[in-house]
């Protein structure tokens, strides 16, 4: 047994790090390491020169444009983008509906969006969740009425991420309410420029309208977006969450932010006249984080190594989700502890492009509260962690 | 033994409880913090009026009594409802070491200012790489015939933002971080070299960072003794420490009791989601977190109110500062998580609470600095 790489992977991880040291723009690079938020224009950039690359959707299959990489190579990739902070394609087009689209859409359907999801001309936003129905989504109210040769859609969806960047939505809607809530949902496309959206931004913690409720007002939508058979979207939205939650455990990044976390806390004086770094208390907790951190390779590697052999991903993605998000918190929480008193400052525009103010604390410090509140999202979100235990109960337990 | 309040104790209570129902709801918040000033001076005039702003002090000095019981009690209420108001760097803190250090004139000048609200004050102690060690200073204050010249950057000074009177701690002999030679000088906001980088906190509280640059001020404002302010510095960050301490047990109680609330009516799966054990159970533990975050801050206002030594009374409140913070992770975390999304946007209280815990747990050190504190005492 081992977890050494074959020289055609240790080739592969050469040229993958070769290629992001020099093809991920400086300006980027800058925004990433100040924790500057990217624009979307930023994101489609980078995605784009992935693209060029061939290797903007690592994930997809040769056929629809993907690398074809063994699940090795592919989490070599994600190691390296993770490690300089290079962004990952905005999952909502690349992970989430292309790949129901490519199981379940017609052969048109597929022709016509999955072009523009590659080479990000289009921006995907998800629509799921509403305000009663969250962890209990099939309990979803929106309804589609067909109507000729089109779908009426009204309700509200909420929770929407980065909405107001999307051209266009994937949505469960009703369309039958007659049946067993999870029989009644059908998987539909939107244009978001159809008439009777509207969207209302929602603020978050962190001050930032990352979210938004979308309104769907007598909303007319053409019946050849519907994807698959109606009243089956729930099968298709189940296939969606696994792959919504891979990738999910974010090592690289943790190994990044540890690595920054260690380098800030060596320059960061304790007031008793050593550093942080040097300061046992603190010490001994980036040591924890660093340990969580190898057990949680080791868990997400013992999944790399079984989907090599052919198994298909299991309740193990549940443990990566719980842990990774967990994990990332632990970490967010020692930033905010070393930063002290400059976390306090909620000066939130000076992390954004093209603040021209006078800078409030040191460095980045003042983002490490505003990272910690904004981060809570991570156990609530793509299935919140106590769906995901009772996910390990039932599957696994069997209790 | 005797836990009960006294009836003035009640009456304060009561009177804070009383205020908040009637004019501090969570819409009405919101508006002050989008004001200028970040708070209402007809609050602060009213609390004025109220006797509010008499209670950190001796009756000798004009005041309440300043009990750290009256302190936590009334903070406690402060806290449920998040004031905004500069109470505590006003009152608690400045007024604080001006009732410790201050000559007759200068108490007989302040004092009765601060109580009828109308001076508005700060104390600047943290600089850049103190942390949280108060003997950590080095903005300089050079002496020579009747005038000081200070020089030095302060951060995080609440109130800075609109505080008439800042009072600067500054080094005038010895080396960074040695218990002698700290002094603290009365400066005004205007005075030339002042400058003030004003912001608002995570949780709405309003600072500064102050940069003094060549700011003279003359021997009228030296605040006590020149060179042994330490020890009554220590003892004001000491009772402030116990203030925001209390106003954290109102706060998590806030969000204990609002996150039991929402769990019995948000429905999911065709149930009340507090119907669901595995939340049931974290409630509890936040109950629990919630009751040792008030014992605790008890024990401590007790001892500072007690013939206990200065040591002594220094370790309870290292106790409950290194105590509360656990307790504030823990409420405010769960809280969030158990509102669900809700729970991460700026449209609900319950963000609000859980930025302000946050912030109290940083404020004037945090559980691993009060611990280490504590060990060492
Ligand atoms: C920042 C952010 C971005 C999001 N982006 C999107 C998006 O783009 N598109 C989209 O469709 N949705 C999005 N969501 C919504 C997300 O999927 C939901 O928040 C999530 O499903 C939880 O639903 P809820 O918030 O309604 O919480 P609720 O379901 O009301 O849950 C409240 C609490 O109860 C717990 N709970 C619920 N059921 C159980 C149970 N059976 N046992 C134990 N505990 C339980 C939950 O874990 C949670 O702690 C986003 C959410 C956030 C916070």
Same mark, same amino acid.
């Given at each position: 047994?081992?977890?050494?790489?074959?020289?055609?992977?240790?080739?592969?991880?050469?040229?993958?790090?070769?290629?992001?040291?020099?093809?991920?723009?400086?300006?980027?690079?800058?925004?990433?390491?100040?924790?500057?938020?990217?624009?979307?224009?930023?994101?489609?950039?980078?995605?784009?020169?992935?693209?060029?690359?061939?290797?903007?959707?690592?994930?997809?299959?040769?056929?629809?444009?993907?690398?074809?990489?063994?699940?090795?190579?592919?989490?070599?990739?994600? &190691?390296?983008?993770?490690?300089?902070?290079?962004?990952?394609?905005?999952?909502?087009?690349?992970?989430?509906?292309?790949?129901?689209?490519?199981?379940?859409?017609?052969?048109?359907?597929?022709?016509?969006?999955?072009? #523009?999801?590659?080479?990000?001309?289009?921006?995907?936003?998800?629509?799921?969740?509403?305000?009663?129905?969250?962890?209990?989504?099939?309990?979803?109210?929106?309804?589609?009425?067909?109507?000729?040769?089109?779908?009426?859609?009204?309700?509200?969806?909420?929770?929407?991420?980065?909405?107001?960047?999307?051209?266009?939505?994937?949505?469960?809607?009703?369309?039958?309410?007659?049946?067993?809530?999870?029989?009644?949902?059908?998987?539909?496309?939107?244009?978001?420029?159809?008439?009777?959206? &509207?969207?209302?931004?929602?603020?978050?913690?962190?001050?930032?309208?990352?979210?938004?409720?979308?309104?769907?007002?007598?909303?007319?939508?053409?019946?050849?977006?519907?994807?698959?058979?109606?009243?089956?979207?729930?099968?298709?939205?189940?296939?969606?969450?696994?792959?919504?939650?891979?990738?999910?455990?974010?090592?690289?990044?943790?190994?990044?932010?540890?690595?920054?976390?260690?380098?800030?806390?060596?320059?960061?004086?304790?007031?008793?006249?050593?550093?942080?770094? #040097?300061?046992?208390?603190?010490?001994?907790?980036?040591?924890?984080?660093?340990?969580?951190?190898?057990?949680?390779?080791?868990?997400?590697?013992?999944?790399?190594?079984?989907?090599?052999?052919?198994?298909?991903?299991?309740?193990?993605?549940?443990?990566?989700?719980?842990?990774?998000?967990?994990?990332?918190?632990?970490?967010?929480?020692?930033?905010?502890?070393?930063?002290?008193?400059?976390?306090?400052?909620?000066?939130?525009?000076?992390?954004?492009?093209?603040?021209?103010?006078?800078?409030?604390?040191?460095?980045?410090?003042?983002?490490?509260?505003?990272?910690?509140?904004?981060?809570?999202?991570?156990?609530?979100?793509?299935?919140?962690?106590?769906?995901?235990?009772?996910?390990?109960?039932?599957?696994?337990?069997?209790? | 033994?005797?836990?009960?309040?006294?009836?003035?104790?009640?009456?304060?209570?009561?009177?804070?409880?009383?205020?908040?129902?009637?004019?501090?709801?969570?819409?009405?918040?919101?508006?002050?913090?989008?004001?200028?000033?970040?708070?209402?001076?007809?609050? !602060?005039?009213?609390?004025?009026?109220?006797? !509010?702003?008499?209670?950190?002090?001796?009756?000798?000095?004009?005041?309440?009594?300043?009990?750290?019981?009256?302190?936590?009690?009334?903070?406690?209420?402060?806290?449920?409802?998040?004031?905004?108001?500069?109470?505590?760097?006003?009152?608690?803190?400045?007024?604080?070491?001006?009732?410790?250090?201050?000559?007759?004139?200068?108490?007989?000048?302040?004092?009765?200012?601060?109580?009828?609200?109308?001076?508005?004050?700060?104390?600047?102690?943290?600089?850049?790489?103190?942390?949280?060690?108060?003997?950590?200073?080095?903005?300089?204050?050079?002496?020579?015939?009747?005038?000081?010249?200070?020089?030095?950057?302060?951060?995080?000074?609440?109130?800075?933002?609109? =505080?008439?009177?800042?009072?600067?701690?500054?080094?005038?002999?010895?080396?960074?971080?040695?218990?002698?030679?700290?002094?603290?000088?009365?400066?005004?906001?205007?005075?030339?070299?002042?400058?003030?980088?004003?912001?608002?906190?995570?949780?709405?509280?309003?600072?500064?960072?102050?940069?003094?640059?060549?700011?003279?001020?003359?021997?009228?404002?030296?605040?006590?003794?020149?060179?042994?302010?330490?020890?009554?510095?220590?003892?004001?960050?000491?009772?402030?420490?116990?203030?925001?301490?209390?106003?954290?047990?109102?706060?998590?109680?806030?969000?204990?009791?609002?996150?039991?609330?929402?769990?019995?009516?948000?429905?999911?799966?065709?149930?009340?989601?507090?119907?669901?054990? /595995?939340?049931?159970?974290?409630? /509890?533990?936040?109950?629990?977190?919630?009751?040792?975050?008030?014992?605790?801050?008890?024990?401590?206002?007790?001892?500072?109110?007690?013939?206990?030594?200065?040591?002594?009374?220094?370790?309870?409140?290292?106790? =409950?500062?290194?105590?509360?913070?656990?307790?504030?992770?823990?409420?405010?975390?769960?809280?969030?998580?158990?509102?669900?999304?809700?729970?991460?946007?700026?449209?609900?209280?319950?963000?609000?609470?859980?930025?302000?815990?946050?912030?109290?747990?940083?404020?004037?050190?945090?559980?691993?600095?009060?611990? /280490?504190?504590?060990?060492?005492?």
């Amino acid at each position: 047994m081992n977890a050494d790489l074959t020289d055609d992977e240790l080739a592969f991880q050469d040229e993958a790090r070769a290629f992001l040291q020099a093809e991920f723009p400086a300006d980027l690079q800058a925004k990433v390491d100040a924790n500057i938020r990217l624009s979307r224009e930023d994101l489609i950039r980078w995605q784009k020169i992935l693209y060029k690359k061939g290797w903007a959707a690592p994930s997809w299959p040769l056929e629809y444009g993907g690398t074809g990489w063994s699940h090795t190579k592919k989490h070599i990739f994600a &190691t390296e983008m993770g490690s300089i902070g290079a962004p990952e394609p905005v999952a909502f087009g690349m992970k989430m509906v292309a790949p129901v689209l490519m199981a379940y859409g017609n052969e048109e359907q597929k022709q016509r969006f999955l072009p #523009d999801i590659l080479q990000s001309n289009a921006w995907w936003c998800q629509g799921y969740s509403e305000a009663n129905a969250g962890s209990d989504l099939a309990s979803l109210k929106t309804t589609a009425v067909r109507d000729g040769d089109d779908y009426i859609v009204n309700g509200s969806k909420t929770w929407n991420t980065y909405g107001q960047y999307a051209d266009w939505i994937f949505c469960l809607v009703r369309t039958d309410n007659t049946v067993k809530k999870q029989e009644g949902i059908s998987f539909l496309l939107i244009d978001m420029k159809s008439p009777g959206i &509207t969207l209302k931004p929602i603020v978050l913690l962190d001050g930032h309208p990352e979210i938004n409720e979308i309104f769907f007002d007598e909303v007319r939508v053409p019946a050849i977006n519907l994807v698959g058979e109606e009243n089956k979207g729930w099968t298709y939205a189940k296939v969606l969450l696994t792959h919504e939650r891979a990738n999910i455990a974010g090592v690289p990044r943790g190994k990044r932010r540890l690595k920054a976390l260690k380098k800030l806390a060596a320059d960061t004086q304790d007031g008793d006249g050593c550093s942080l770094l #040097d300061n046992p208390a603190f010490r001994q907790k980036i040591a924890e984080a660093e340990i969580e951190l190898e057990a949680l390779e080791y868990a997400e590697l013992r999944t790399v190594a079984s989907l090599t052999v052919g198994k298909a991903p299991g309740p193990e993605s549940s443990i990566l989700k719980i842990v990774g998000t967990e994990l990332a918190q632990q970490i967010d929480e020692l930033f905010v502890e070393l930063a002290g008193y400059n976390s306090l400052p909620f000066v939130p525009q000076q992390f954004e492009t093209g603040f021209e103010g006078e800078p409030v604390g040191p460095g980045n410090a003042a983002a490490s509260a505003l990272t910690y509140f904004n981060n809570r999202k991570a156990t609530i979100y793509g299935g919140s962690n106590e769906i995901q235990r009772n996910i390990i109960c039932k599957a696994v337990l069997g209790l | 033994m005797d836990f009960s309040f006294t009836e003035e104790q009640q009456m304060l209570q009561e009177s804070v409880q009383k205020f908040v129902q009637k004019n501090y709801d969570f819409e009405v918040r919101k508006k002050l913090l989008d004001s200028e000033k970040g708070y209402s001076e007809q609050n !602060w005039a009213l609390f004025a009026e109220l006797g !509010w702003l008499t209670v950190p002090f001796a009756e000798e000095d004009g005041g309440f009594g300043g009990s750290a019981v009256d302190l936590m009690v009334m903070m406690e209420a402060f806290g449920k409802a998040m004031l905004v108001e500069p109470f505590l760097p006003t009152t608690v803190l400045a007024g604080g070491l001006i009732s410790q250090l201050g000559s007759a004139e200068q108490k007989a000048e302040l004092l009765p200012q601060i109580m009828e609200g109308s001076l508005q004050l700060a104390c600047a102690f943290g600089e850049s790489g103190s942390r949280y060690n108060l003997a950590s200073v080095q903005t300089s204050a050079k002496t020579s015939g009747d005038d000081t010249v200070l020089n030095g950057k302060k951060i995080a000074v609440l109130n800075g933002c609109s =505080a008439d009177r800042i009072l600067v701690v500054a080094r005038t002999s010895g080396e960074e971080r040695d218990r002698d030679g700290i002094s603290v000088f009365i400066v005004s906001a205007g005075e030339g070299g002042v400058s003030i980088n004003r912001y608002t906190n995570v949780d709405g509280q309003r600072a500064a960072e102050i940069t003094l640059n060549g700011v003279k001020v003359s021997s009228a404002k030296l605040l006590g003794e020149q060179g042994s302010a330490l020890t009554a510095l220590e003892t004001a960050v000491d009772r402030a420490t116990l203030a925001v301490s209390a106003e954290a047990v109102g706060a998590m109680d806030a969000m204990l009791q609002k996150t039991v609330e929402y769990s019995k009516v948000r429905k999911q799966f065709g149930t009340p989601i507090g119907t669901f054990q /595995a939340l049931q159970h974290r409630m /509890a533990d936040m109950f629990i977190e919630c009751q040792l975050a008030r014992s605790i801050v008890l024990m401590a206002a007790m001892k500072l109110d007690s013939g206990a030594s200065e040591t002594e009374k220094a370790k309870a409140v290292s106790a =409950a500062k290194s105590r509360i913070g656990r307790a504030i992770r823990k409420v405010g975390q769960e809280a969030v998580q158990i509102h669900g999304a809700v729970g991460v946007t700026d449209e609900l209280d319950i963000g609000h609470l859980f930025k302000r815990v946050t912030a109290i747990n940083v404020t004037f050190g945090n559980p691993d600095f009060h611990t /280490a504190r504590y060990s060492a005492l």
